[in-house]
């Protein structure tokens, strides 16, 4: 009995032990699962905000901003950039920004959003970025949306992209191929996100179109490291925390990628310095560079129109920064205007009759000067000539005279100031501008001539002696095979004649032609040059005719530039005279302005003769009167080129079409007595 008393005393104390460890070990449990859960939460924000930052840089890269409209506090506020202030603005206040005919578009648009008529959407419109009382400035803004929170209103999350550059390039470059828009119109940007290790957790739908990606999760890069791919593998090993930034070109033939890519990898690192992640932005520029490659072809020939054009902007510049300027201010009640040269002491005091008399069109300015307080009572900027107020009074000068209205404590209009500028050397500089502008323009267009040109010219003797060539192995006939030799050798001679002008050209662009004068019997020089001269003449209707007034003549002269132009003088004539003669002589006169001789060459012809409006063009680079004449137009250049540097003159003498011409040239020599 006492034995089973004590059990039954004994049983209650055993089950409340038992009790308390088992509710020990339910808490033990229940903390250690609280605090894996706590762990894996914190984990899964920090990824999330790691994530955040990523997707924030990405924007930024792009320029991209994002608002948060609260619909039912009608406030807007920034959330990544500083589209508008600090504390944000009222919806009413950023819609008084949108240009009136989009206005109501974009109210209707933020309302169904706000009301769940939709989820998210696309729009864009106008807004305008001036300042208050400025001319508006209008902007085209690329609005995507989303709707955030759980109660209706419902928040509306926005990302603006300002495409103002965009689609002003659309409307002024419309010509141009479709390859140079797709450019321009869009900025494609590929992303991806890399754990620690290099291996792929995602990427955006622009990555997945650019790298031809097979589904959301295909093997070939998502199973594979990006360290032991090309680019990286060379570059970059794991656990380095550079980062890079480089254009190359990405090959994976798997998916049947060639493409240049411009690509920015950029680790993400933990508090301690570690790398958690990896982005990877990524941009193709196969059209960039294409494009680019094409330009730098074209920009070779217009090299020194360019550089003339970057002086006249430099001192474009200059006059700009140093323009002779006045400050001025009027005062409707004194009806005077006060200058002054600097703050703090005026230079001149004129009533508004008076200076008006210093515009040089003062008819025209009567009716602003009599209603003067109402033509200034807002801002102007008038661009007008003008006598000097300031210098002699005889002069005129460009001025620009800036004006913005001044009112009292009480609001009241009382008068306006501004600036005075002499902008008269900047006028001028824009007109040399235009000119230098003007001559690059003329530059590509002759450049392209002279591309199509060569094209034809050096084709067709190329074709001619390819197929005279073939048909010489299958005649027979010794004199028609004479004859096609002749041909060949004719064409070759041409050949030689175009690539000879194009390498001539091409010395005198790229330095001065360096001319070497030599001891030479002219006269004997003159027969030999006239021998093979005579042979290019080969219509029966047309004599060569020579005419050498020396037997023997001693000069000091450049005979292979001589040459160079009596050839091309006779070429010339060859091309043009189908009947009469061609005459090719020389002689010596005096100079009365120096105490040298002079040579005088020419070359007379009575061939198709050149009109007189179009004599003083004969002599520039890829003239030709006649289209359907072989030749480069770089000849006759060539010859005024030569003489030039010889210091003396060219010229043409012609009555008019159908009359024969006569080309001549003059250059200073040194005879040496007999």
């Given at each position: 009995?006492?034995?089973?008393?004590?059990?039954?005393?004994?049983?209650?104390?055993?089950?409340?032990?038992?009790?308390?460890?088992?509710?020990?070990?339910?808490?033990?449990?229940?903390?250690?699962?609280?605090?894996?859960?706590?762990?894996?939460?914190?984990?899964?924000?920090?990824?999330?905000?790691?994530?955040?930052?990523?997707?924030?840089?990405?924007?930024?890269?792009?320029?991209?901003?994002?608002?948060?409209?609260?619909?039912?506090?009608?406030?807007?506020?920034?959330?990544?950039?500083?589209?508008?202030?600090?504390?944000?603005?009222?919806?009413?206040?950023?819609?008084?920004?949108?240009?009136?005919?989009?206005?109501?578009?974009?109210?209707?648009?933020?309302?169904?959003?706000?009301?769940?008529?939709?989820?998210?959407?696309?729009?864009?419109?106008?807004?305008?970025?001036?300042?208050?009382?400025?001319?508006?400035?209008?902007?085209?803004?690329?609005?995507?949306?989303?709707?955030?929170?759980?109660?209706?209103?419902?928040?509306?999350?926005?990302?603006?992209?300002?495409?103002?550059?965009?689609?002003?390039?659309?409307?002024?470059?419309?010509?141009?191929?479709?390859?140079?828009?797709?450019?321009?119109?869009?900025?494609?940007?590929?992303?991806?996100?890399?754990?620690?290790?290099?291996?792929?957790?995602?990427?955006?739908?622009?990555?997945?179109?650019?790298?031809?990606?097979?589904?959301?999760?295909?093997?070939?890069?998502?199973?594979?490291?990006?360290?032991?791919?090309?680019?990286?593998?060379?570059?970059?090993?794991?656990?380095?925390?550079?980062?890079?930034?480089?254009?190359?070109?990405?090959?994976?033939?798997?998916?049947?990628?060639?493409?240049?890519?411009?690509?920015?990898?950029?680790?993400?690192?933990?508090?301690?310095?570690?790398?958690?992640?990896?982005?990877?932005?990524?941009?193709?520029?196969?059209?960039?560079?294409?494009?680019?490659?094409?330009?730098?072809?074209?920009?070779?020939?217009?090299?020194?129109?360019?550089?003339?054009?970057?002086?006249?902007?430099?001192?474009?510049?200059?006059?700009?920064?140093?323009?002779?300027?006045?400050?001025?201010?009027?005062?409707?009640?004194?009806?005077?205007?006060?200058?002054?040269?600097?703050?703090?002491?005026?230079?001149?005091?004129?009533?508004?009759?008076?200076?008006?008399?210093?515009?040089?069109?003062?008819?025209?300015?009567?009716?602003?000067?009599?209603?003067?307080?109402?033509?200034?009572?807002?801002?102007?900027?008038?661009?007008?000539?003008?006598?000097?107020?300031?210098?002699?009074?005889?002069?005129?000068?460009?001025?620009?005279?800036?004006?913005?209205?001044?009112?009292?404590?009480?609001?009241?209009?009382?008068?306006?100031?501004?600036?005075?500028?002499?902008?008269?050397?900047?006028?001028?500089?824009?007109?040399?501008?235009?000119?230098?502008?003007?001559?690059?323009?003329?530059?590509?267009?002759?450049?392209?001539?002279?591309?199509?040109?060569?094209?034809?010219?050096?084709?067709?003797?190329?074709?001619?002696?390819?197929?005279?060539?073939?048909?010489?192995?299958?005649?027979?006939?010794?004199?028609?095979?004479?004859?096609?030799?002749?041909?060949?050798?004719?064409?070759?001679?041409?050949?030689?004649?175009?690539?000879?002008?194009?390498?001539?050209?091409?010395?005198?662009?790229?330095?001065?032609?360096?001319?070497?004068?030599?001891?030479?019997?002219?006269?004997?020089?003159?027969?030999?040059?006239?021998?093979?001269?005579?042979?290019?003449?080969?219509?029966?209707?047309?004599?060569?005719?020579?005419?050498?007034?020396?037997?023997?003549?001693?000069?000091?002269?450049?005979?292979?530039?001589?040459?160079?132009?009596?050839?091309?003088?006779?070429?010339?004539?060859?091309?043009?005279?189908?009947?009469?003669?061609?005459?090719?002589?020389?002689?010596?006169?005096?100079?009365?302005?120096?105490?040298?001789?002079?040579?005088?060459?020419?070359?007379?012809?009575?061939?198709?003769?050149?009109?007189?409006?179009?004599?003083?063009?004969?002599?520039?680079?890829?003239?030709?009167?006649?289209?359907?004449?072989?030749?480069?137009?770089?000849?006759?250049?060539?010859?005024?080129?030569?003489?030039?540097?010889?210091?003396?003159?060219?010229?043409?003498?012609?009555?008019?079409?159908?009359?024969?011409?006569?080309?001549?040239?003059?250059?200073?020599?040194?005879?040496?007595?007999q």
């Amino acid at each position: 009995m006492e034995t089973m008393a004590h059990m039954t005393l004994a049983a209650p104390g055993t089950l409340t032990i038992l009790m308390a460890g088992l509710a020990a070990v339910v808490f033990i449990v229940t903390v250690v699962f609280n605090a894996l859960g706590v762990r894996r939460l914190r984990r899964r924000t920090h990824r999330a905000a790691k994530i955040g930052q990523i997707m924030k840089y990405a924007m930024q890269t792009e320029r991209v901003t994002s608002l948060r409209f609260e619909m039912g506090r009608g406030r807007i506020t920034n959330t990544v950039g500083n589209f508008l202030p600090e504390d944000g603005i009222s919806t009413k206040e950023y819609l008084d920004t949108v240009h009136p005919d989009d206005r109501q578009k974009v109210s209707r648009f933020l309302t169904q959003l706000s009301i769940g008529r939709m989820s998210n959407g696309e729009m864009r419109y106008r807004r305008n970025t001036a300042r208050r009382g400025e001319k508006p400035r209008w902007r085209y803004i690329f609005n995507s949306a989303a709707i955030s929170g759980k109660i209706m209103p419902y928040d509306v999350v926005c990302t603006l992209k300002d495409e103002t550059d965009l689609y002003e390039d659309q409307l002024q470059e419309q010509d141009l191929d479709t390859r140079y828009r797709s450019i321009f119109e869009r900025s494609i940007v590929g992303l991806a996100i890399y754990d620690n290790e290099g291996m792929l957790i995602a990427a955006n739908k622009d990555m997945h179109d650019m790298m031809h990606m097979e589904g959301d999760h295909d093997p070939l890069f998502y199973d594979v490291n990006i360290f032991s791919r090309q680019p990286f593998r060379d570059i970059i090993k794991p656990d380095d925390v550079t980062e890079l930034h480089f254009c190359t070109k990405m090959i994976v033939p798997e998916r049947g990628v060639y493409t240049y890519m411009e690509l920015q990898l950029t680790p993400q690192l933990d508090d301690v310095g570690h790398i958690q992640h990896y982005a990877l932005a990524a941009r193709d520029v196969t059209a960039e560079r294409e494009f680019y490659l094409k330009n730098v072809e074209n920009d070779k020939q217009i090299r020194r129109a360019n550089e003339d054009i970057q002086r006249y902007e430099t001192e474009l510049q200059y006059l700009m920064d140093k323009c002779d300027m006045r400050v001025w201010r009027a005062s409707f009640k004194n009806h005077e205007v006060t200058i002054y040269k600097s703050l703090s002491r005026y230079e001149q005091k004129l009533s508004i009759e008076q200076i008006a008399r210093y515009f040089v069109n003062y008819g025209l300015f009567k009716d602003r000067i009599r209603n003067f307080q109402e033509e200034f009572n807002r801002p102007l900027t008038v661009v007008c000539q003008m006598k000097s107020v300031f210098h002699n009074p005889d002069e005129i000068h460009w001025n620009a005279i800036d004006s913005i209205p001044t009112f009292d404590a009480e609001g009241n209009l009382e008068g306006c100031f501004g600036t005075l500028r002499n902008i008269t050397p900047l006028i001028q500089a824009q007109e040399k501008l235009k000119e230098e502008t003007r001559r690059a323009n003329d530059s590509a267009r002759l450049k392209s001539v002279f591309m199509a040109n060569m094209t034809h010219e050096i084709r067709t003797p190329l074709n001619s002696i390819v197929g005279f060539s073939d048909l010489l192995t299958m005649i027979d006939d010794p004199e028609q095979k004479r004859e096609m030799v002749r041909v060949i050798m004719n064409n070759c001679d041409m050949l030689v004649r175009l690539i000879n002008d194009i390498l001539e050209i091409s010395a005198m662009d790229g330095s001065a032609i360096i001319i070497s004068p030599e001891e030479v019997d002219f006269a004997k020089v003159f027969d030999d040059m006239c021998e093979s001269l005579e042979q290019r003449v080969q219509m029966p209707t047309v004599t060569f005719v020579k005419d050498n007034p020396y037997a023997t003549l001693t000069m000091s002269v450049d005979q292979r530039r001589v040459q160079q132009v009596v050839t091309n003088f006779v070429t010339n004539a060859v091309k043009y005279t189908r009947q009469g003669h061609i005459r090719v002589g020389y002689r010596i006169e005096d100079n009365a302005d120096s105490a040298r001789p002079q040579l005088f060459i020419y070359c007379e012809d009575t061939g198709a003769g050149i009109p007189k409006e179009k004599q003083a063009s004969v002599f520039e680079r890829f003239v030709k009167l006649n289209d359907y004449v072989q030749g480069t137009g770089l000849g006759l250049s060539i010859c005024k080129a030569i003489t030039d540097r010889c210091g003396g003159q060219i010229g043409v003498d012609s009555e008019g079409e159908g009359k024969g011409s006569t080309f001549w040239m003059r250059i200073p020599v040194d005879i040496k007595k007999q």
